[in-house]
């Protein structure tokens, strides 16, 4: 049974950073691509990175040059690097990854961007 744990958000200003971790277990994490989602108050529920086993990773427009997304395969974690943080990039932020066909969610972490 995949299981992945977020952490590392919280109440930051508008320009400020913050890392978020997704630490997994249960899975072949150097075989999966890793992802990141966020769900905004009263929004769907929206893509924000990947990276795959490779390395190779993508951005959805609103946060390229700003989010980085990384891992390191040796601790099965994944990371999210949020810098210059606008009041719009806040939400609950989940990582995702698919197993043998099955998706596997965390239970999500806030980050709140104050103006």
């Known amino acids: 049974q995949v299981q992945l744990v977020e952490s590392g958000g919280g109440l930051v200003q508008a320009g400020g950073s913050l890392r978020l971790s997704c630490a997994a277990s249960?899975?072949?994490?150097?075989?999966?691509?890793m992802a990141w989602y966020r769900q905004a108050p009263g929004k769907q529920r929206e893509w924000v990175a990947v990276?795959?086993?490779?390395?190779?990773?993508n951005y959805i427009d609103s946060v390229k040059g700003r989010f980085t997304i990384s891992r390191d395969n040796a601790k099965n974690t994944v990371y999210l690097q949020m810098n210059s943080l606008k009041p719009e990039d806040t939400a609950v932020y989940y990582c995702?990854?698919?197993?043998?066909?099955?998706?596997?969610w965390g239970q999500g972490t806030q980050v709140t961007v104050s103006s």
């Open positions: 995702h990854t698919t197993e043998f066909n099955r998706g596997y």
């Open positions: 249960g899975s072949m994490f150097s075989a999966n691509a």
């Open positions: 990276i795959t086993t490779g390395g190779t990773t």
